[in-house]
Structures are given as structure tokens and as C-alpha cells.
């Protein structure tokens, strides 16, 4: 860092005290708190101020050529991605800003919902009752508004109160804010600061801010230090005396600094009438930078990408439901699912809509969804106010949609029924037919007595119903199927016989031809 070892030893363990009128200068010696105080805020503030000038002169080199000096208007795609709502045991003045930003991107964002909600309706001519949703605008109103009416005003003007201190704030806040709410009183769900109770930890040291994600409960401690978020003049003498360029800068006019640490310094001095400049508080420069953002955010297109951890311990496959489901709340996720819910959370366009119901009445889903929503509303599945159709959707409620998917269940299940019903009728049919072809080859085969033809018409017995084994024809054909075998092992008994001129072998084969009443041309 290019720091003077000694000078910044004695800076950090030591405290310069001037004495008015004496022009002398003692030091007293810092305690081991102060010295890790004073040793965090510098190493604060040069990260500040590195980050700020690290991002100065990206941008710079990013606009080089393409800015508005070339005739061109500059246009940017920007990424912000925010730190997440913050609630720890111990919660301090980072989470009361961290927290306070939340609130106003919380509030852009339902707006910019809601926006959608009425812009869908009023492009579709559906008409629709106010939507309402719980407004955090009480919640920012007592955090950022001016002149002591809000929590950071208070902590500024605490700051020049002599003997000012974070007790003394704790007090103040407490008195000004206690039985706030946003909206009836009666109901306790409806408050935005609560004071500690007893038994809380630190109870005597906290306050209790409930945001949209819950209640967080923010120790005084050091709120007035941090917030100075000024350094020592002898941390300053010493960081500016460094050799390196970027933080003690180049010296080029003495009469204007250019170290590090007056980066940006015009933007942390505000004017006051009759008493000069002097230095922003840390809050109200947060103030000024999350009203630039917002300024910048409300001139936009936003997309919103919300980014969920299904568990504490990093890996896949494991879901932790709570922890969801207080991400969930967090994000404000389940107040945008309310402000759906009481429109027309469900919108199918004309088509797509006569393609997923239209069996539920194929006749008048043939002349148009209009027709379609009537027969639906006559036969009692489409209610009155839980519907409506617009210039290019059909709208429904979470509970009509329900009902429709269950009429439509019920419609498949009858379309389904008759399918399969023709389809039986045409299989069975088709069975029918080709039994009947079995069965008048088989009885022709009969009535030729031919060896060969009924052993193929026989071949497609097994086709029939329990392989025709009941039916007279199949039983009287294969009878004959063994008759005739028979016969031509008796004819081939008697031609050998002949052939070879045996007697024993020809008194055999008509003994055979007697026994079954068969007349041979051989025999007889």
C-alpha cells in the first residue's frame, strides 16, 4: 500500500487532540476496541473507495467511442443482483440498510406485478375489481422520511446532538415510533415496529422493524460510529501520504488532491447555508444511491430472476421445505401469488382453450368458444363471476379451472368409453367373419373328404372360441381326419400286398379293410 509503517502504527493506537486557543497538540492512546475500530473503517473505506474507482474506470473504457459526445444515445442492459432480506440473533445498522433496500426493490416489484395485473385486464376489456395489496409504503415512510419523522433522520441528527449516543437514539425512536401500524390498529398483524420485550435478547439495547419477509429486531450498538463513516485526521494524513499512485495519487497540484481517498468526494459533501460542506453520513449517502437506483429501475423493462437454495448443506437432491418456504416469504413471492388469485389467475387463449375442453360438448365447441363457455354455463360447470372472456382469452379462477379439468375428466371418460366400445365391436366383428370363413372351409372339406384340404381347413380351428373344441363340425371333421388316415394306411397295406404278391400280407390288410367297413379299389 506503499503506507509508512510508523505513521500508521502510531495512527492506529493513537489519537491526535487538539487544544483551541493553545495550539497545542496532544495524543492519547486508543484502547484495544478503538484500535480494531479505527483499523475497520480504514480498511472499509479504501475497499469503497478502490471498488468505486475500480468501477469508474471500467465504465470509461466501456463508453469509450459509443457515448452521446458521438451523436449516439447510449443504451445499456443492466444486471443488478441484490443482497437477499438479512435477520440474524444479532442484527445491526448493515442489516437495517440491507433490509431498508429490500423494502423499496420489495415495493418496485409488487407494483410492477400489479401493473401487469391491470394492463393484462384492460388490454383483454375484462373488467375486474381493484386488486389491493399490502402496501409497504408506511414501513419506508417511517424508515427514510426527512427531518427526524424517520429511523436513518434520527440517527443523522443524533450524530450532531452533543453528547450524542446510541442509548440516547434507542430512546428517541422507541418514543416515535412505537404503535405504528399499517392499517387497523385492532389487528396486531398489521404493525410495523414493535418495542422488545423483556425476556428478547439485548432488549435494552434493540428495536423492531417488521418488514414484508417478518420482524427483525435491530442492537444499537455503534449505529452512530458506523454511520459517521468518518476516518481520523491521522488516518487520513497517513493513507494520503503513500507512495503508491492510486492511493496517494500523484501529487501533480498540491491544491488538489487526488489520492484515493478523494475519489468521489464531491458526491459525500452536501452544503450547508452559512457552515460550508460538510460530509454525508453513510445512510444518507445509502439513501441517495438506492433513490438513483430506484430512478434508474423505474425508467426500465425489469425481468425478475428469483434464485432459491433448496438446503443449508449444498447439495442436489435434498429439499428442506421451511427453508423454502421462508425464501419464498422473503421474496415476496407469496404476496404476488395473493394479488393473482384475486383477479384471473388462470388465462387460456381461444385455441387452446377449445382444444382442452371442447370434449366436454363436441357439438358447440364446433361454432367457437363462445358457444362452448354458454353450453359450460348451462350444464352448471361455468359459474357466474368466476369467469370471463376477454378480446383474445378465456378467464378463470383457480376454483372454475378446477371444475372445468373435472368436467372435462369426466367427458374424456365417456369419449373414452364409446372409443373403446367401437373398437371391441370392430375387433369382435372381424373375429366373426373370420370364423365364419374357418367354419365353411372346414364343413367343405367335410363334404369333399379330401386328406389334404382338411388338414388346412383344420390348421385354423384353433382361431375359434376355446379352439373350437365344442362345435359338432370341428369334432365330426377331425373323426374323419382319422378315418381317412386309416383308410389310406389300409389302400397302402393292400398295394404292398399286391405288389409283392404276399398272401399273409394281403389276408392282413383285409382283415384291417373288414374291421373298419372300408371298401378299397385294392380290396374289393
Known amino acids: ?147 427526524g419523522e424517520g429511523i436513518f433522520s434520527q440517527i443523522d441528527e443524533e450524530i450532531n446532538v452533543p453528547k450524542g449516543s446510541d442509548a440516547g437514539l434507542l430512546a428517541k425512536i422507541l418514543a416515535k415510533h412505537a404503535g405504528k401500524f399499517n392499517g387497523p390498529k385492532d389487528d396486531p398483524a398489521n404493525a410495523i415496529f414493535l418495542a422488545p420485550k423483556p425476556k428478547d435478547l439485548n432488549a435494552n439495547l434493540v428495536f423492531i422493524v417488521v418488514h414484508y419477509a417478518g420482524p427483525v429486531p435491530y442492537n444499537v450498538t455503534n449505529f452512530l460510529e458506523k454511520n459517521r463513516d468518518a476516518l481520523s485526521e491521522d488516518i487520513q494524513k497517513c493513507v494520503r501520504a503513500s507512495k503508491d499512485l492510486v492511493i496517494g495519487g500523484k501529487r501533480a497540484n498540491p491544491a488538489v488532491p487526488d489520492g484515493l481517498l478523494d475519489y468521489g468526494m464531491e458526491k459525500e459533501m452536501t452544503a450547508e447555508p452559512g457552515k460550508g460542506s460538510k460530509k454525508k453520513t453513510l445512510g444518507f449517502q445509502f439513501k441517495e444511491s438506492l433513490g438513483g437506483l430506484m430512478d434508474a429501475l423505474n425508467k426500465c423493462e425489469p425481468h425478475f430472476v428469483r434464485c432459491m437454495k433448496s438446503n443449508h448443506k449444498k447439495r442436489g437432491g435434498l429439499f428442506e421445505s421451511d427453508m423454502m418456504l421462508a425464501q419464498l416469504r422473503y421474496a415476496g413471492l ?50 357466474d363471476k368466476q369467469w370471463c372472456v376477454g378480446n383474445t382469452k378465456v378467464f378463470m379462477r383457480n376454483a372454475q379451472q378446477t371444475r372445468m379439468e373435472t368436467a372435462r375428466e369426466s367427458a374424456l371418460y365417456g369419449v373414452v368409453r364409446l372409443m373403446q366400445k367401437m373398437a371391441r365391436g370392430f375387433i369382435v366383428r372381424r373375429r366373426a367373419k373370420r370364423w365364419k370363413v374357418i367354419l365353411a372351409n372346414l364343413k367343405a372339406a367335410v363334404k369333399a373328404r379330401v386328406e389334404e384340404q382338411l388338414d388346412t381347413a383344420l390348421t385354423d380351428v384353433p382361431e375359434l372360441p376355446y379352439g373350437g373344441g365344442h362345435l359338432e363340425l370341428v369334432k365330426k371333421a377331425r373323426a374323419l381326419k382319422e378315418r381317412l388316415e386309416q383308410e389310406r394306411r389300409v389302400s397302402a397295406l393292400c398295394a404292398e400286398g399286391i405288389k409283392n404278391r404276399n398272401l399273409s400280407e394281403l389276408r392282413a390288410a383285409c382283415k384291417a379293410a373288414d374291421e373298419l367297413v372300408f371298401t378299397s379299389p385294392f380290396v374289393s
Not at 503506507?3 to 493513537?14: I, N, P, R
Not at 489519537?15 to 480504514?42: H, L, W, Y
Not at 384475486?342 to 361454432?367: N, Q, S, T, W
Open 1 to 147: 500500500m506503499g503506507l509508512d509503517k510508523k505513521v500508521l502504527e502510531k495512527s492506529l493506537c493513537f489519537r491526535e487532540i487538539s487544544r483551541p486557543g493553545k495550539g497545542s497538540v496532544t495524543f492519547a492512546q486508543n484502547s484495544m476496541q478503538r484500535c480494531k475500530d479505527v483499523r475497520d473503517a480504514m480498511a472499509k473505506t479504501l475497499y469503497t473507495k478502490l471498488f468505486d474507482w475500480l468501477i469508474g474506470k471500467i465504465n470509461l473504457a466501456l463508453m469509450a467511442g459509443i457515448g452521446k459526445a458521438d451523436g449516439l444515445d447510449l443504451c445499456t442492459i443492466g444486471v443488478l443482483d441484490i443482497f437477499g432480506f438479512e435477520s440474524f440473533p444479532t442484527n445491526s445498522f448493515e442489516q437495517l440498510c440491507i433490509n431498508y433496500c429490500n423494502e423499496k426493490l420489495q415495493q418496485h416489484f409488487n407494483q410492477y406485478i400489479f401493473k401487469i395485473e391491470q394492463d393484462e385486464y384492460k388490454r383483454e376489456g375484462v373488467p375486474v375489481d381493484l386488486i389491493e395489496f399490502r402496501d409497504n409504503q408506511p414501513t419506508l415512510d417511517m424508515l427514510e422520511k426527512p427531518k
Open 334 to 383: 407469496l404476496e404476488v401469488c395473493r394479488i393473482r388469485k384475486i383477479g384471473f389467475p388462470v388465462r387460456r387463449e381461444f385455441k387452446d382453450f377449445l382444444f382442452r375442453y371442447k370434449c366436454i360438448d363436441v357439438l358447440e365447441a364446433k361454432k367457437g368458444h363462445l358457444a362452448l363457455c354458454l353450453s359450460c354455463q348451462k350444464k352448471g360447470v361455468l359459474q
